[in-house]
């Protein structure tokens, strides 16, 4: 990481450039915040590859544990059956992971044919849609949604 | 002690308005956590503490956002009062005195006296670098701060994308975005107004003892450098 302090500026600095510094640092700070995107792909990945790999099974008890509190309300709110039994109609083929975004505490995984949402909650990612469609202007109709 | 009473009076006004800053800064960071919170809360996320919601980008658009409005004010009306002038306005040049000036008007090159900063005293491009050094440093600024708003501004925009089940979009995507642009002229729309209110509204009202007013005493007609 870059030094801003005073003392980086040594001796030739004049007093001007050392007013100068301090909101050249600030406004490198703000923008450092934008880099927070990076996140953690690989364990937002490995949380989809689990997902759609308990679908593959058809252990929907695993699929549900991998849901947020809000997304499993919702597939068993959706339907009369548990969610363990609801959530095997959601069919992904493939389990390729082709992009992963991660934008602070919320991410978007392309996997094989299907798109999911996850969240990070209680320190591990969990999915919060999923069965994603896409529709139109970048937005997605899901099967399953918090 | 005395030294340290003397550079207090002497630099008054740029420390009040640093501990301003800073005490705006830590209520705009405590009450934006709070909204903040309330939208994690809505969209199934969960809540920050201070020193995150500090470091978010949630916080860093907003900050970053005001500042380049700022900026661009001051660079704005630094280059503008050198060619345009409001009559009887304490924040105008005379209108027989637009533009640039003369070398001996503005104390430069053969005409800077012993106080004169070297660069002022120098001439060539140094002479004309320090004379466009105000307006330059703002400019530079404006488009720092434009800069880390639209870096920070996106990191905040596609959070709220993925919480709302929508594709992020690319920087360059951001920059052409609706947010990135309602965020920057709501801003750019209250600096305009506060400049234009202060050239009209210094012709013809005075506050006692502040170098931004006439004289009380002076002349509606009268310019800052009349008076």
Same mark, same amino acid.
């Given at each position: 990481? /870059?030094?801003?302090?005073?003392?980086?500026?040594?001796?030739?600095?004049?007093?001007?450039?050392?007013?100068?510094?301090?909101?050249?640092?600030?406004?490198?700070?703000?923008?450092? #915040?934008?880099?927070?995107?990076?996140?953690?792909?690989?364990?937002?990945? #490995?949380?989809?590859?689990?997902?759609?790999?308990?679908?593959?099974?058809?252990?929907?008890?695993?699929?549900?544990?991998?849901?947020?509190?809000?997304?499993?309300?919702?597939?068993?709110?959706?339907?009369?059956? #548990?969610?363990?039994?609801?959530?095997?109609?959601?069919?992904?083929?493939?389990?390729?992971?082709?992009?992963?975004?991660?934008?602070?505490?919320?991410? /978007?995984?392309?996997?094989?044919?299907?798109?999911?949402?996850?969240?990070?909650?209680?320190?591990?990612?969990?999915?919060?849609?999923?069965?994603?469609?896409?529709?139109?202007?970048?937005?997605?109709?899901?099967?399953?949604?918090? | 002690?005395?030294?340290?009473?003397?550079?207090?009076?002497?630099?008054?006004?740029?420390?009040?308005?640093?501990?301003?800053?800073?005490?705006?800064?830590?209520?705009?960071?405590?009450?934006?956590?709070?909204?903040?919170?309330?939208?994690?809360?809505?969209?199934?996320?969960?809540?920050?503490?201070?020193?995150?919601?500090?470091?978010?980008?949630?916080?860093?658009?907003?900050?970053?956002?005001?500042?380049?409005?700022?900026?661009?004010?001051?660079?704005?009306?630094?280059?503008?009062?050198?060619?345009?002038?409001?009559?009887?306005?304490?924040?105008?040049?005379?209108?027989?005195?637009?533009?640039?000036?003369?070398?001996?008007?503005?104390?430069?090159?053969?005409?800077?006296?012993?106080?004169?900063?070297?660069?002022?005293?120098?001439?060539?491009?140094?002479?004309?670098?320090?004379?466009?050094?105000?307006?330059?440093?703002?400019?530079?600024?404006?488009?720092?701060?434009?800069?880390?708003?639209?870096?920070?501004?996106?990191?905040?925009?596609?959070?709220?994308?993925?919480?709302?089940?929508?594709?992020?979009?690319?920087?360059?995507?951001?920059?052409?975005?609706?947010?990135?642009?309602?965020?920057?002229?709501?801003?750019?729309?209250?600096?305009?107004?506060?400049?234009?209110?202060?050239?009209?509204?210094?012709?013809?009202?005075?506050?006692?003892?502040?170098?931004?007013?006439?004289?009380?005493?002076?002349?509606?007609?009268?310019?800052?450098?009349?008076?």
């Amino acid at each position: 990481m /870059q030094r801003c302090g005073p003392k980086e500026w040594g001796q030739r600095t004049t007093r001007r450039l050392r007013l100068v510094a301090p909101i050249a640092c600030a406004l490198a700070l703000l923008a450092a #915040s934008g880099c927070q995107g990076s996140g953690n792909p690989e364990a937002v990945s #490995s949380a989809a590859r689990s997902f759609v790999s308990a679908l593959e099974h058809g252990d929907g008890a695993a699929a549900c544990r991998l849901l947020t509190a809000d997304a499993e309300k919702s597939v068993s709110g959706a339907t009369d059956q #548990s969610c363990r039994s609801a959530i095997t109609s959601i069919t992904i083929h493939g389990s390729a992971v082709r992009e992963v975004q991660v934008w602070s505490d919320a991410a /978007q995984v392309h996997i094989g044919d299907g798109v999911l949402f996850l969240r990070h909650v209680d320190g591990s990612w969990q999915v919060s849609a999923a069965g994603c469609q896409a529709a139109a202007q970048g937005r997605y109709d899901c099967a399953v949604q918090a | 002690m005395k030294r340290l009473g003397l550079f207090f009076r002497d630099n008054a006004l740029t420390l009040a308005f640093l501990a301003l800053l800073f005490a705006a800064l830590v209520g705009q960071s405590v009450t934006g956590m709070v909204v903040f919170n309330d939208q994690q809360a809505t969209s199934g996320g969960q809540p920050i503490s201070w020193p995150q919601y500090l470091t978010s980008s949630a916080f860093a658009v907003d900050v970053a956002e005001n500042w380049q409005s700022e900026y661009l004010q001051f660079a704005l009306y630094i280059a503008a009062t050198t060619w345009l002038v409001q009559r009887g306005s304490s924040e105008s040049k005379k209108p027989e005195d637009v533009g640039r000036q003369s070398d001996e008007t503005q104390k430069i090159g053969p005409y800077a006296d012993e106080r004169s900063p070297r660069w002022a005293k120098v001439g060539g491009w140094r002479t004309a670098v320090y004379g466009r050094s105000l307006g330059a440093i703002m400019a530079f600024f404006f488009l720092g701060s434009l800069l880390a708003q639209s870096v920070a501004g996106r990191a905040a925009y596609n959070h709220d994308q993925l919480t709302q089940y929508e594709d992020p979009v690319s920087w360059g995507g951001y920059l052409v975005s609706a947010d990135f642009w309602a965020r920057a002229l709501q801003n750019w729309q209250s600096e305009f107004l506060a400049v234009a209110s202060m050239a009209a509204f210094a012709i013809y009202l005075r506050q006692r003892g502040s170098p931004e007013s006439k004289l009380v005493g002076a002349p509606h007609e009268a310019t800052a450098q009349d008076s």
